[in-house]
């Protein structure tokens, strides 16, 4: 996403983390689906690093468990697939959800948090490629979830987080959305 080598993206990123957690972001998920999982650990103590000297953000670590213990991430952020019951207690469990099955199935599995979506459409470079399954099945994931925390995502915009977290969501995930409120900040 950033221009640049190698070192001029790390920086850049390191810049967006900064950014983010000034801004008072929860979390901040380390997808890099590229790396090995030796450059993913190296890479989430760079961002760990990064949100700590600007605020209290916490760091997840996408798909890779040995990445986020060796990188000093705060928790992993898994695919519905995983059982979260793989993640070390001491660390987050996020869980992927594109289903009221697949959330039913991460609460019993020991997810610490939800992400559930697409809520209103998932779209890549502005193209759509998939139909959001709404504001009532993210009402039925928030109630089925009970006290595990469910995070909206996909197409959330600022127009439309209220409706979110309205609906019971305990808040709103999102790139484009992000990206742009740290560019302001930054």
């Not at 689906?33 to 760079?46: C, E």
């Not at 760990?48 to 000093?72: E, F, I, P, T, Y």
């Not at 869980?95 to 809520?119: K, M, Q, Y």
């Not at 504001?135 to 009970?146: E, S």
């Amino acid at each position: 996403m950033f221009p640049g080598n190698d070192a001029e993206r790390y920086a850049a990123i390191v810049r967006q983390a900064r950014a983010l957690s000034r801004a008072g972001v929860d979390f901040l998920q380390v997808r890099e689906k590229d790396l090995g999982a030796m450059q993913l650990a190296a890479l989430a103590r760079i961002m760990v690093a990064a949100a700590r000297s600007a605020g209290q953000m916490k760091v997840l670590v996408n798909g890779n468990v040995a990445a986020a213990v060796d990188g000093g991430g705060d928790g992993v952020h898994l695919p519905a697939a995983m059982a979260a019951t793989e993640v070390p207690a001491d660390m987050l469990a996020s869980v992927s959800c594109h289903t009221l099955d697949e959330v039913r199935a991460a609460v019993e599995r020991r997810a610490d948090l939800i992400l559930f979506g697409p809520v209103f459409g998932k779209q890549v470079r502005d193209v759509p490629v998939s139909a959001g399954l709404g504001l009532d099945a993210l009402r039925a994931a928030v109630a089925i979830a009970g006290e595990v925390p469910v995070i909206a995502l996909g197409g959330v915009t600022e127009a439309n987080q209220q409706a979110c977290i309205d609906a019971g969501a305990s808040g709103i995930a999102g790139i484009r959305m992000f990206l742009h409120a740290a560019s302001k900040e930054a």
